[in-house]
């Protein structure tokens, strides 16, 4: 309980994320959901719109790693191609992106007690971010 009191105010997406997480621990997947509430302040990192959709129950895991590999990184204020952002192929925003999008989808996975399904690319997790 008290970490859905720390996460109560939901400003921020990964606030709402750690809400919903401590309620589903607490109670269950299906209460956490019926209480989820939107964050306050939208959030532009890749891929946090996919996975507040996971976690509201209107997306899907593939939904929330298929983002994560088309990150794009945002440069606010910058004259930039394509209305300031700029495509990465491979780099720090693709893979920042994709470690979200694997830990976010291993903790729906457990709050949801499926804790033995593993989504994405085990090898990939290992080389870029276990080691």
Known sequence: MDGIKQFEKGH???????RFLCAAQASSAEVARKEFVQPKKSDDKVPMKQILALFEGTGNEEAVVAAAEGAWLYFPGRLCTDI????????PGKESSLFYAYYY?????EAIRENGKVFGNN?????????
């Open 123 to 131: 090898d990939l997790l290992d080389k870029r971010f276990l080691t």
């Open 105 to 109: 989808t291993g903790c729906y996975n």
């Open 84 to 91: 300031n952002y700029v495509a990465v192929a491979a780099g």
């Open 12 to 18: 921020e997406a990964e606030e709402t994320v750690w």
